[in-house]
């Protein structure tokens, strides 16, 4: 079927400028099947159509553990071990900014395939991704009303990336991206379940700069389906060497 381009032409307000109003969507049925048409980014966020969307969560090398205090509190959760990155999104992104989100994430284009957008991880993190050392996380459909955005409805495929690099090493683009903050899974975990209010974190900015800094539940982007809770507990899965996989 081929594909017949909607609304082309139609006006756009442009917020982010690395989200193209214009850009061209292929649109989908909520079953995952092709609809065979395209229509404009911002139109497909306005009327609700279905589309696709790329999600990869990337765990970094976490800082060398310090020497234990003679006094006071111990080291922070997961001090030595790896932390999962959370990207704190730009203040002119287009739906939920400055909210946290996955590591990556990004609209599939019209007739892109999963090789092409895995480009989205270097464009945005500042680190390229092998398709072959991503690990296939399953499926997830997604509905949300951001304010002032209309309605987004996703199909998103999620992936983990066990990246051998230090949070140091990663370099957030600095408009879609306000910082890249690395936590603990455990920590994560103990937040979501409800054990903790808030848990620590390592921010880097675009400046090269990392800073400590504390993250609580409502920093996310709010979901009905508890997205967050369930990637903490099958990233903890995999890091655990649990081979079977999926949200």
């Not at 982010?16 to 404009?40: C, I, M, N, Q, T």
């Not at 050392?133 to 495929?157: C, K, M, T, Y």
Request: proline share 10%; net charge negative.
């Amino acid at each position: 079927m081929s594909a017949t381009p909607l609304d082309a032409n139609g006006p756009g307000e442009r917020v982010d400028p690395f989200s193209d109003p214009g850009e061209l969507f292929d649109l989908y049925h909520s079953d995952g099947r092709l609809a065979g048409r395209v229509k404009r980014r911002a139109d497909v966020h306005r009327d609700g159509d279905w589309h696709r969307s790329f999600h990869c969560w990337v765990t970094c090398l976490g800082p060398q553990p310090s020497p234990a205090p003679e006094s006071g509190p111990p080291p922070a959760t997961g001090a030595s071990s790896p932390l999962l990155i959370l990207q704190r999104r730009g203040r002119y992104k287009d739906t939920w900014p400055g909210r946290l989100d996955a590591s990556v994430g990004g609209h599939y284009r019209a007739g892109e395939t999963l090789q092409d957008v895995v480009r989205e991880v270097e464009e945005e993190i500042g680190q390229a991704a092998r398709l072959e050392d991503l690990i296939p996380l399953g499926h997830r459909v997604s509905v949300s009303e951001p304010p002032g955005a209309g309605r987004d409805r996703e199909l998103q495929d999620v992936f983990l990336w066990r990246s051998p690099f230090p949070l140091a090493a990663f370099r957030p683009q600095p408009v879609e991206v306000h910082a890249l903050e690395g936590v603990a899974v455990a920590d994560l975990l103990r937040l979501w379940s409800g054990e903790r209010d808030a848990i620590p974190a390592l921010a880097l900015a675009t400046g090269d700069t990392i800073a400590p800094r504390e993250v609580r539940r409502e920093d996310f982007i709010p979901t009905f389906d508890r997205y967050f809770y369930r990637v903490a507990a099958v990233v903890d899965l995999a890091l655990r060497g649990y081979p079977y996989l999926v949200i």
